[in-house]
């Protein structure tokens, strides 16, 4: 692989990770199902796309490789998004506590909250939970329904 070629899979890495990143960051659902489902739909079209695309050369062939290997990544940011800003639902209030808080061997916080659905817990380690790191203290967690029906976190507000 020539320096040129290099450089467009550290590309590829870098865009691919931070389309994860952001859709984790900002549109991220309250469970693992979607994300499972877009990866698989992800890596299903890439799989097709790559018996289907007619491609000539040795280096068409290497780029088009690299460029469906991380589109299940893409697809998976892209999907996150759409639910989150094409959504149209009003936002929901539920109330809910914080358990406890985790921290594992390199000090990252794991808050666990009341699952205001079921009752249960639910452990969150993303930033809009990390504000509220004392167990016993309430708060209120803004939903909305999400275009596909994935329920996402909007906010985590201080309960009143």
């Known amino acids: 692989m020539s320096l040129g070629g290099a450089a467009l899979v550290y590309l590829l890495v870098a865009a691919a990770t931070g389309a994860v990143v952001a859709a984790w960051t900002y549109a991220d659902t309250f469970d693992a199902r979607p994300w499972y489902l877009l990866l698989a739909l992800g890596a299903a079209s890439a799989a097709v796309a790559w018996r289907q695309l007619p491609v000539r050369g040795e280096r068409a062939r290497e780029v088009i490789g690299w460029l469906l ?31 406890r808080v985790a921290t594992n061997s390199r000090g990252a916080a794991t ?27 309430r708060i209120t967690i803004v939903t909305r329904e999400g275009l596909f029906g994935w329920t996402r976190i909007e906010a985590v507000e201080a309960a009143p």
Do not use: K, M, Y
């Open 69 to 99: 290997l991380f589109s299940p990544a893409w697809f998976l940011a892209a999907g996150l998004f759409a639910n989150a800003w094409l959504d149209r639902s009003p936002p929901q209030r539920h109330v809910s506590e914080v358990l």
């Open 111 to 137: 808050i666990v909250v009341r699952d205001f659905r079921s009752g249960g817990e639910l452990a969150r380690t993303d930033a809009l939970f990390a504000r509220f790191p004392q167990p016993g203290q």
